[in-house]
């Protein structure tokens, strides 16, 4: 069974969410069965400012839902050229750091810049979980064998060697991978490979809008896609976090 946990989830304290809260969320985590969910808003400069005011709300909510649900102090932090944005001193306030790749500057070697940032997040030592990794805003991301070539357009064209390589660092630096509901990544290549190298998974909303918590059957169905028995998935346990 897909594990009742959701580690990616926004808040009032997001720019672009709808209609999600710290409040809002927690109350749908308890009715949709959610034991353990973490609050994380988007991290894009190193001291984000609206970091005082989400502790003190984050600690009123978990008051209010204490002995129903477990939640977390997290973000959603971004990754610019190969280097998480948000100061060390801050991501160590937190139970769980999600990294995610947004953007590629214009004019870079797309694959290239992609393995620096996954790299370079996996090797912080602060990251626990890998956010929707083949995919970027403007971006479609494929996992091609062999050389990757010139992308055409818009495309980043991942070689297989380099997805493995990063795997490969992520489990033995214990960084799990998302299955992400709001984007519906990764793509299902990448899943199983992720799985065939013993890298956790941990299933997330990335929710944006309430719609968007408790959609177990996704997840499901996006191991079916890629072609994972549930049975062979390691799952991040949020017992050992922190
Ligand atoms: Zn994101
Ligand atoms: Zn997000």
């Known amino acids: 069974m897909i594990p009742r946990i959701d580690l990616h989830v926004h808040s009032q304290f997001s720019p672009c969410a709808e209609n999600v809260s710290v409040r809002g969320d927690a109350a749908l985590a308890v009715e949709k069965g959610i034991e353990v969910m973490a609050i994380t808003d988007h991290g894009t400069e190193p001291q984000p400012r609206w ?29 610019v050229d190969g280097r998480l944005v948000v100061e060390s001193g801050v991501l160590r ?90 984007h519906r990544d990764p793509n299902p290549l990448f899943v199983k490979l992720a799985v065939e190298r013993g890298v956790e998974l941990v299933p997330d909303s990335d929710a944006h809008n309430l719609s968007e918590i408790g959609n177990w059957s996704w ?24």
């Open 51 to 79: 970091l005082d005011r989400y502790f003190a709300e984050l600690e009123r909510v978990r008051r209010e839902f204490e002995g129903r649900l477990t939640l977390l102090a997290g973000m959603e932090v971004d990754v």
């Open 93 to 182: 306030r937190l139970d769980v750091v999600v990294a995610s790749v947004h953007e590629i500057p214009q004019g870079v070697d797309a694959a290239g810049y992609w393995r620096r940032c996954v790299l370079g997040a996996v090797r912080s030592g602060s990251a626990r979980v890998l956010g929707h990794p083949t995919w970027i805003y403007g971006y479609r991301v494929e996992l091609v064998e062999g050389e990757a070539g010139a992308p055409e357009g818009r495309v980043v064209r991942l070689p297989v060697e380099h997805v493995l390589e990063v795997l490969d660092e992520a489990r033995e630096a214990g960084v799990a991978v998302e299955l992400n509901y709001h």
């Open 219 to 242: 997840y499901e169905q996006a191991l079916r896609a890629a072609g994972v028995r549930p049975e062979a998935v390691r799952w991040l346990d949020p017992g050992k976090l922190g």
